[in-house]
């Protein structure tokens, strides 16, 4: 049986992924906003792991609160949340969520062009 998912949670996960993108989702704020009704369902539980291990993977100086995006979108937890948040404007389906994901990671190198790229050849 195929899980009926809320909207509202969809567009919270997504808006989440950008945030830890651009470096701004803190740990705590990412583990009290994630929606409840998706723990347990399996392609949820790997992006929340792939936002969880992208915040904690976050290059910079913690101490002085500096961000180092240019080493970040060189990092693979960047290129997975970006794959992440380009598939789920794609679709919101756990089978091609999956398959999508699996499709893209398949080729290397990656990059946003080639993500984007591969993400569209699956949905053709």
């Given at each position: 049986m195929i899980p009926i998912i809320n909207e509202y949670s969809i567009k919270l996960v997504y808006r989440m992924i950008g945030q830890a993108i651009?470096?701004?989702l803190k740990q705590k704020d990412f583990?009290?906003?994630w929606p409840d009704e998706l723990e347990g369902l399996d392609v949820f539980d790997m992006i929340f792991?792939?936002?969880e291990s992208a915040i904690e993977?976050?290059?910079g100086r913690w101490f002085v609160q500096e961000s180092n995006h240019e080493q970040w979108?060189?990092?693979p937890e960047y290129f997975i949340l970006l794959i992440d948040q380009l598939v789920l404007e794609k679709t919101t389906k756990?089978?091609?969520i999956i398959a999508c994901r699996d499709f893209?990671?398949?080729g290397k190198p990656?990059?946003?062009e080639i993500i984007r790229k591969r993400i569209d050849d699956f949905f053709k």
């Open positions: 651009e470096g701004n583990y009290e906003q792991s792939d936002i993977h976050f290059p979108h060189k990092m756990p089978i091609e893209v990671l398949q990656l990059s946003r």
